[in-house]
């Protein structure tokens, strides 16, 4: 079974551009999140999807982030226009069930992170 | 609010040697998800394990074993034996009981590096 795929690994953008990472998640997970790790601090939380939904986005940064996840697949989140502090590792994951049950299925699966540098 | 530290940043071992890494946390929560994390030089996040709150029993797998402890407010992680192959770094992480609580609060990680 393939894991969580992300694209693409690094991107290295100028203060001002456009930049859209891709996820695809496990197949059959309906929820899907982003994280981020800025340079040697915790990994924070961004978004989470159930199927093409937002559950919760408080996390996101500002307005300059948007993620999307048309058809309940594969999820983008484009930063707009990229800004020096936006750089960090973004991590995306998936799970078969929500958080709060207790149930086997709510681990999250993380991809292997794109790294993106804006200079 | 959720807070994890792990305040060893980087720990060094001779191979075979046993190592320690600790995880403590902060939530007000009384029903709460702990997990361990590793991240191997190819970058993604390996789940290693998840306990839930109400169960304090400790875990072994292999070399790798976990002390959860409610009234220290830790989760320590021991790998017996390491190997180079358990250079990483490992995140402890932490997730509210409630329903509909679905992110992970990771600590800043520790970096073990296994020298042979």
């Known amino acids: 079974e393939a894991g969580v795929t992300q694209f693409p690994s690094h991107s290295v953008i100028e203060k001002g551009q456009t930049v859209t990472l891709r996820c695809d998640p496990i197949s059959g997970h309906d929820n899907l999140y982003w994280y981020r790790r800025v340079m040697g601090k915790e990994i924070k939380f961004l978004l989470h999807?159930?199927?093409?939904?937002?559950?919760?986005e408080s996390g996101m940064p500002n307005n300059r982030f948007l993620a999307e996840r048309t058809g309940g697949t594969y999820s983008t989140l484009k930063v707009q226009p990229a800004e020096l502090e936006d750089s960090g590792v973004y991590f995306c994951a998936s799970s078969q069930r929500g958080g709060g049950e207790l149930l086997v299925g709510n681990e999250q699966f993380f991809g292997p992170g794109t790294r993106l540098t804006v200079l | 609010a959720q807070k994890v530290t792990q305040a060893q940043t980087e720990i060094s071992v001779v191979e075979k040697e046993d190592v320690t890494l600790d995880c403590v946390y902060e939530t007000r929560d009384t029903t709460y998800y702990l997990f361990w994390y590793k991240q191997p030089p190819s970058g993604e996040l390996v789940f290693l394990i998840r306990r839930n709150s109400f169960d304090e029993q400790n875990e072994i797998s292999g070399r790798y074993s976990w002390n959860f402890q409610k009234s220290t407010s830790s989760f320590n992680f021991t790998i017996t034996a390491s190997q180079v192959v358990d250079s990483a770094v490992y995140f402890c992480?932490?997730?509210?009981?409630?329903?509909?609580?679905?992110?992970?609060?990771f600590g800043t990680g520790t970096r073990l590096t296994v020298i042979p």
């Open positions: 999807f159930v199927k093409e939904s937002k559950q919760d």
């Open positions: 992480a932490l997730r509210r009981g409630q329903t509909g609580a679905n992110n992970l609060f």
